[in-house]
């Protein structure tokens, strides 16, 4: 007989483990700039990150961003480094094994993991040892919340790269977005309420997404159109006017114009126009990390006082908020259909009850 034939697989009654990844960006093994060198290494020379043609991005590369830019950088990284490692890949591993335990209470035969587009855990590595696991049909969830070809598109990449070099490759789900989930909305609504509630409300709370090159938007990635979506959304569940929140892009590398308003300018220009005190918020990070912690929290609120503003608050990602939790298992479960028994509404109630300890 084949060999292939007395695979379980082939076995009656024998049921495919089903895998759910989440993906990230990936963050330096260390606040040094002996890490920092491969890891922006790896990063900066991604072809979906940086669109310049290779033989001049190459020598602008090597020649000067990888002689000064580690040491800049980890510096930065140095300052939001926590006990447990960088906030990015401590926030991550949490998120992956809450959402296990949650959807374990389902009692589904599902295997959880995450990994990173670069540096580790790598995405053929954790995808290899998915499939040693029994996993055989795979779902992945890269965590930003909007879609951008350099973010998760490039995280799907990778993916895509390992199955093409597998001989039995496993079944494949891929969710590309999930800017307007209406669990997610409700997760960031509730966090700006809860900080409301505890520190007063500001007189605008600041939206800053991460940017990206203005002429990605001119050949067709959909991410501005999905932050703005996202910054309305959130806008409508707090009941806000136009007035009372603006949509920012930061994190602006290179020379070349990209999207606007920069949040430094906006931040710069409310303190001149004498809005005292405001919040800022980071929708289009799942978890906090370096261009949050350090750029908005740190630099923004340097910027903003010595500008002249008065109070400024930064209210924390997602992290492991439950109703964040509760949300993406949301989303995961239903994308699920068909492979494994997914909840009916009844059910993702309960789920949501036990995640958030609370009734809905
Ligand atoms: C939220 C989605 C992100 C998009 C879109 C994105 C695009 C993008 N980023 C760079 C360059 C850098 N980004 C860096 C850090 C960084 N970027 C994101 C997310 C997105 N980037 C995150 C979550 C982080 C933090 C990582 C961490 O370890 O905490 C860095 C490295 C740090 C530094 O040296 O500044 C660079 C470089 C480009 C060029 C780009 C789109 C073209
Ligand atoms: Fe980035
Ligand atoms: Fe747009």
Request: proline share 6%; charged share 20%.
């Amino acid at each position: 007989m084949p060999h292939y034939l007395t695979e379980p697989a082939f076995n009656h009654g024998y049921t495919p483990k089903t895998g759910v990844l989440l993906l990230n960006l990936g963050t330096p093994e260390a606040p040094t700039a002996k890490a920092l060198r491969p890891y922006l290494k790896q990063f900066l020379s991604d072809r979906r990150v940086v669109e310049i043609p290779r033989a001049v991005w190459w020598l602008i590369l090597n020649g000067i961003i990888l002689n000064l830019r580690p040491k800049q950088s980890a510096e930065k990284y140095a300052s939001i480094w926590s006990q447990e490692g960088s906030p990015l890949l401590v926030h991550t591993r949490k998120q992956a094994s809450l959402l296990k335990g949650l959807l374990g209470m389902q009692g589904q035969q599902l295997v959880v993991d995450f990994a990173m587009r670069y540096g580790n855990p790598a995405v053929e590595d954790v995808i290899q040892r998915m499939r040693a696991q029994g996993v055989e049909r795979l779902l992945v969830l890269p965590l930003y919340p909007q879609y951008a070809a350099s973010s998760s598109g490039t995280a799907l990449d990778a993916v895509f790269r390992t199955l093409l070099k597998m001989r039995n490759m496993p079944e494949l789900r891929t969710i590309r977005h999930y800017h307007d989930q209406p669990g997610y909305i409700a997760a960031l609504a509730a966090s700006v309420r809860e900080h409301w509630q505890k520190n007063g409300r500001g007189d605008k709370l600041v939206m800053s997404f991460h940017g990206v090159p203005r002429y990605t938007l001119d050949k067709g990635d959909p991410y501005h159109c999905e932050c703005l979506k996202t910054g309305r959304l959130l806008a409508e569940a707090l009941e806000l006017s136009g007035d009372d929140y603006v949509v920012s892009f930061q994190s602006r590398f290179g020379k070349a114009e990209w999207l606007k308003p920069y949040t430094f300018d906006v931040l710069r220009s409310l303190a001149k126009q004498g809005v005292g005190k405001i919040d800022t918020i980071c929708p289009g990070f799942a978890g906090d990390c370096l261009e949050t912690l350090e750029e908005i929290a740190i630099e923004g609120k340097e910027l903003f006082l010595t500008s002249g503003g008065k109070d400024y608050r930064y209210i924390p990602c997602l992290n492991e908020r439950p109703d964040w939790i509760a949300a993406m298992a949301e989303l995961v479960t239903a994308n699920l259909g068909g492979w494994i028994a997914t909840p009916d509404d009844a059910n993702m109630r309960q789920l949501r009850a036990r995640a958030c300890g609370a009734k809905h």
